[in-house]
Nanobody, 122 residues
């Protein structure tokens, strides 16, 4: 129902775009979000977007560098990441919210993908 792709190994300063294919039948009217989890750390919010794509929210660490977007016609969520840093290294997860709007709280999401690994070398 949610499947991430696009992760990989990049160098500091590079760009990367993650994609998340979602079930349009289930989630076209739901908020969607990106979270990440680094080894030994808790899962943290990265960005969220409302069902129309007009309302977005970012973690401070993502502001100015990451852009979340969605294409409901293609049932795909994106996360464009620029100026990547080694501290961005983590597994990145997309998630579908219970409501039409995104949220920074993981408890507001009830469907999760399996994640895609992003590794940024210095």
């Amino acid at each position: 129902q949610l499947a991430e792709s696009g992760g990989g190994l990049v160098q500091s300063g590079d760009s990367l775009r993650l994609s998340c294919a979602f079930s349009g039948r289930l989630f076209s009217n739901n908020g969607l979000g990106w979270f990440r989890q680094a080894p030994g750390k808790e899962r943290e919010f990265v960005a969220s977007i409302g069902w129309k794509g007009a309302s977005t929210n970012y973690a401070d660490s993502a502001k100015g560098r990451f852009t979340i977007s969605r294409d409901n016609a293609k049932s795909t969520l994106y996360l464009a990441m620029d100026s990547l840093k080694p501290e961005d290294t983590a597994s990145y997860y997309c998630a579908a919210a219970r409501r039409p709007y995104g949220s920074s709280r993981s408890s507001d999401y009830n469907y999760w993908g399996r994640g895609t690994q992003v590794t940024v070398s210095s």
